[in-house]
């Protein structure tokens, strides 16, 4: 399976709203609701943001969101923070039995 | 505190074998299916193999089917990793990770926990 699609990059200032998509096809985002977004920072281990779409993990910002429309996943952050730059990931069930992430998006506070 | 540590990289030979393991505390291992996967240098997060929680049911991704072992001991809390026939291609550092629920359907899709992750280079 081929790689899901994200911006390679996105930027936006302190206090703004910023949304990542993650673009795949029928057989993998738009055929399962079991989309999930990772925050990475150099380094680092990937930090689980959103899961099953929309789910938000104990402990993450109610300022990260997910959503989907068609077979495009969406990451909306808003409020934007400096602590927010990072790299970020979204991965989705493809069938099979197979999972598969899209190429990340680095996200610049400017 | 829940916890995932991977050990086990290192540097082999093309062709070569290793073994990674990780070993879970904090919680009930068995519960819960896991994770590998490892991310190349410079390069985006690649999913490679998930287990059941039982160790009944693994899957493989096709960059590794055939080459790569999951399993796990539920006795000893350990999931392991055995790779073998490796190639340049396989340079990466290497996560257990697991899901946030217990098992349901599709909640092996999502890694919540992480381990610091294992370095590995094949390099001749």
């Known amino acids: 399976q081929s790689a899901l699609t994200q911006p390679a990059s996105v930027s936006g200032s302190p206090g703004q709203s910023i949304t990542i998509s993650c673009a795949g096809t029928?057989?993998?985002?738009?055929?399962?609701?079991?989309v999930s977004w990772y925050q990475q920072y150099p380094g680092k281990a990937p930090k689980l943001m959103i899961y099953?779409?929309?789910k938000r993990p104990s402990g993450v910002s109610n300022r990260f969101s997910g959503s989907m429309s068609g077979n495009t996943a969406s990451l909306t952050i808003s409020g934007l923070q400096a602590e927010d730059e990072a790299d970020y990931y979204c991965?989705?069930?493809?069938?099979?039995?197979?999972?598969?992430f899209g190429g990340g998006t680095k996200l610049t506070v400017l | 505190e829940v916890q995932l540590v991977e050990s086990g990289g290192g540097l082999a030979q093309p062709g070569g074998s290793l073994r990674l393991s990780c070993a879970a505390s904090g919680f009930t291992f068995s519960s819960y299916e896991m994770n590998w996967v490892r991310q190349a240098p410079g390069k985006g997060l690649e999913w490679i193999s998930h287990?059941?929680?039982?160790?009944?049911?693994?899957y493989y991704a096709d960059s590794v089917e055939g080459r790569f072992t999951i399993s796990r001991d539920n006795a000893k809390n350990s999931l392991y990793l055995q790779m073998n026939s490796l190639r340049a291609e396989d340079t990466a550092v290497y996560y257990c990770?697991?899901?946030?629920?217990?098992?349901?359907?599709?909640?092996?899709?999502?890694?919540?926990?992480w381990g610091q992750g294992t370095k590995v280079t094949v390099s001749s």
């Open positions: 287990i059941s929680g039982s160790g009944g049911r693994t």
């Open positions: 991965s989705s069930y493809a069938g099979s039995n197979t999972l598969i």
């Open positions: 099953e779409v929309t």
């Open positions: 990770a697991r899901p946030p629920g217990t098992e349901y359907y599709g909640s092996w899709c999502a890694s919540h926990i």
């Open positions: 029928r057989s993998d985002v738009g055929g399962y609701n079991l």
